[in-house]
């Protein structure tokens, strides 16, 4: 049996691998060419013939003899290949990486993150996958193996607006009040009551204690807060006296 030699070049600074070997003669041969992680097929020849019906680019490519009746040979070209990366900034904040970019395969781009004031970075995503939890002080270094959709969201900082009270009244109270913005507590003390005491604290520490009614008539206030922080109204409602 006559056999033939299936042979292949790989070109300088390519990185692929070619089935290679002995062909008998009248069958036919595959040549099953694939590039190494991170390149794909660029030009392949075909007996010194450029291949044109490779058009693709894949990472993987078969070209087949047919009927093999002599030696035949292919040239393997590779390119590195190249990600396309697109981030989107949603929210008040600042994303060093917008837009459209590229990225080499195995190289790394480095996220950084700043929220506007009042602001905070509440989700990171690449492909549909959170990576808020893996930021490192609003840093995120990513290694390009792939093309990326990255999502990068900012939302208003909001905080407490709390109280407590003893006695017969009310007090107002939110649980969502945006950064900055001012926050009223309404405080009623009932018909029969007064207002025996009111402070301002963070959760630590008293922060402010506020003016008082001069009257037992005078039963409610307001109390305007700044909201940068978490904040709880103390009240207490006393029960009015009167001298006869």
Known sequence: TVVYQMTATIEPSSSATVTTGEANCGQDWDFVMEAAEGQHLAMIFVDYALDTVFTNQEDTYTYTVEDVHGDHSVIVYTAIDEYAVNVTTIGEGVTNIDGDTTAIYN?????????NACN??????INDVEYIDSLSSLAYTWTATEDA???VTYDSIRYIMAETHTGNGTVSFDST????????????ADEGWHIESCILSDGVTDVEQMTLPTTNADNS????VTADGNYVLNVTFAINTYNV
Not at 120 to 125: A, D, N, R
Not at 221 to 224: E, F, K, L, T
């Open 107 to 115: 190289t790394t781009l480095d996220f950084t993150f700043a929220p």
């Open 120 to 125: 905070e970075l509440v989700s990171f995503t």
């Open 149 to 151: 959709t990255v999502v």
């Open 177 to 188: 009040v945006n950064c900055g913005e001012t926050y009223t507590y309404e405080v009623r």
């Open 221 to 224: 206030i307001d109390v305007d």
